[in-house]
């Protein structure tokens, strides 16, 4: 849904050294623990209007666009709870205030948003601060999602579920169809012909750019790989205590060796993403393509204007056996700090649940839907983008969403990030050695887990 966000590393590796007094409640069978007060939230400040007064509230953290909406929509359509919602700040502004509510012991919200990737974080070794869903049976809903969300929020477990999937982020590639038309070069469907569309529009004339590989594309790489079927995390949520990393296989070096050698040839630029530089090079044409998830639409025709010569294909494979990849999402998990955590489970669930609400988040919000029955109506389906020229770029989407499996992360995914940026910096720009560079970068990873207290495998 939105692009990678930064969380401060210390915080994030500080995670399994914390310690948390329980709230007042009970465990249930399975020994999950189980709040129940019903009125601790009556006081409590909410950014929204709340629409009934004397209900019960459950508060919320989120900044998914257009959230206001979806909540008004819930608190008008719900006698029995209302939602109090708040903005705890966007992807890693939040995640370090929800770090201090754990460390605090207090503070945080019933119901929070969570990128995927960021999840494992709160669910490090002993620290389990997110609920499992599957004591209110909420595994009975796992249909309602496509695979790939679904086993996001598993986080690698096999019977339990941290979380409400919301969004996904299918991997697409963005083209300037007019520069593309303007020399007559074929829009390329693998990464074969990928690059040499780029040395054929360079003979042509064209003096831009075939694509950019921004080296703090964290995600992105992680997508990329994915493609070769590398699983470079590892790490589950049901035993907790293991953790690992190896990007030091035949598939990550082939796909580092490939963008190292495009830009190598001056095909490709190596411009960070998400900047004003790269905004300007890729809405004024400086790059003929872009791959990424495909919530980038919002982003690009929020920044400027390219009279809809953006069209979407579906990303380059490496050969009939690529798999659909994605890129980013997120959900809604439940606290260990829900004042009443089964009120707080039927928010998270419900909050998009209706058709109005999930209208809203795509068409106001922007978000890619994990729902499925969001994904099999006409209208989606049929769904016209101005931005693109009035391309149904849901033809391109739904196909790759339904065919994404899923993969894990880290409970130390920042710092991960960080060294990974580092090493790909290094070869990918500037030209070094890819294969003692990613033996390099997976023994500071492990050893970094080991140091945090994890059993690498």
């Known amino acids: 849904m939105k692009k990678v966000t930064r969380v401060m590393a210390a915080i994030a590796a500080g995670a399994m050294a914390l310690?948390?007094?329980?709230?007042?409640?009970?465990?249930n069978a399975n020994g999950a623990k189980v709040n129940s007060d019903k009125t601790a939230n009556d006081s409590a400040s909410c950014t929204n209007t709340v629409k009934k007064k004397g209900v019960q509230k459950v508060t919320v953290w989120a900044w998914y666009p257009a959230i206001?909406?979806?909540?008004?929509?819930?608190?008008?359509?719900?006698?029995?709870?209302?939602?109090?919602?708040?903005?705890?700040?966007?992807?890693?502004?939040?995640?370090?205030?929800?770090?201090?509510?754990?460390?605090?012991g207090k503070g945080a919200p019933d119901v929070i948003q969570l990128e995927y990737e960021a999840m494992p974080q709160f669910m490090a070794g002993k620290e389990q601060h997110l609920v499992d869903l599957s004591q209110f049976g909420f595994t009975d809903h796992k249909d309602d999602y496509t695979e790939g969300a679904w086993k996001s929020v598993q986080l690698g477990s096999e019977d339990?579920?941290?979380?409400?999937?919301?969004?996904?982020?299918?991997?697409?590639?963005?083209?300037?169809?007019?520069?593309?038309?303007?020399?007559?070069?074929?829009?390329?469907?693998?990464?074969?012909?990928?690059?040499q569309a780029g040395k054929d529009l360079k003979a042509a004339g064209y003096d831009g750019y075939l694509t950019d590989f921004a080296p703090n594309g964290t995600a992105f790489n992680i997508a990329l790989?994915?493609?070769?079927?590398?699983?470079?995390?590892?790490?589950?949520?049901s035993d907790p205590t293991k953790a690992s990393v190896n990007f030091n296989t035949d598939g990550v070096k082939e796909v580092l060796d490939y963008w190292q050698?495009?830009?190598?040839?001056?095909?490709?630029?190596?411009?960070?993403?998400?900047?004003?530089?790269?905004?300007t090079n890729i809405l004024g044409g400086k790059y003929a393509t872009w791959v990424q998830a495909s919530w980038q639409t919002g982003y690009l025709k929020g920044a400027g204007d390219t009279n809809g010569q953006f069209r979407i294909y579906n990303a380059p494979v490496w050969d009939d056996s690529t798999p659909m990849v994605n890129q980013g999402g997120s959900a809604?998990?439940?606290?260990?700090?829900?004042?009443?955590?089964?009120?707080?489970?039927?928010?998270?669930?419900?909050?998009?649940?209706?058709?109005?609400?999930?209208?809203?988040?795509?068409?106001?919000?922007?978000?890619?839907?994990?729902?499925?029955?969001?994904?099999?109506?006409?209208?989606?389906?049929?769904?016209?983008?101005?931005?693109?020229?009035?391309?149904?770029?849901?033809?391109?989407?739904?196909?790759?969403?339904?065919?994404?499996?899923?993969?894990?992360?880290?409970?130390?995914?920042?710092?991960?990030?960080?060294?990974?940026?580092?090493?790909?910096t290094s070869i990918v720009k500037d030209g070094k050695d890819t294969t003692s560079n990613l033996k390099s970068l997976d023994e500071t990873l492990n050893n970094y887990a080991k140091q945090q207290g994890y059993t690498v495998e």
């Open 19 to 27: 310690t948390v007094s329980a709230c007042g409640g009970s465990s």
């Open 68 to 104: 206001e909406q979806v909540v008004d929509d819930f608190n008008e359509t719900h006698d029995d709870l209302q939602v109090c919602w708040n903005n705890g700040g966007q992807g890693g502004g939040e995640y370090t205030k929800f770090q201090n509510a754990i460390k605090a």
């Open 160 to 195: 339990k579920v941290y979380g409400v999937p919301v969004d996904l982020g299918p991997f697409v590639m963005y083209v300037r169809q007019d520069i593309f038309d303007k020399y007559n070069v074929k829009v390329p469907t693998t990464w074969a012909e990928f690059e």
């Open 225 to 237: 790989f994915a493609q070769k079927n590398q699983n470079v995390y590892n790490y589950s949520a």
């Open 261 to 279: 050698n495009l830009v190598k040839e001056g095909l490709v630029d190596t411009t960070d993403a998400n900047t004003n530089d790269w905004t």
């Open 332 to 424: 809604w998990a439940v606290t260990d700090q829900a004042k009443d955590t089964e009120a707080a489970y039927k928010v998270a669930r419900e909050l998009f649940d209706s058709d109005k609400a999930q209208e809203i988040g795509v068409t106001d919000g922007g978000l890619f839907p994990a729902w499925t029955k969001k994904l099999q109506s006409d209208s989606f389906k049929n769904m016209e983008e101005e931005f693109l020229g009035g391309q149904k770029l849901n033809e391109i989407t739904i196909p790759t969403a339904e065919d994404y499996k899923g993969y894990s992360f880290l409970p130390f995914q920042t710092y991960a990030y960080d060294e990974q940026v580092k090493t790909f």
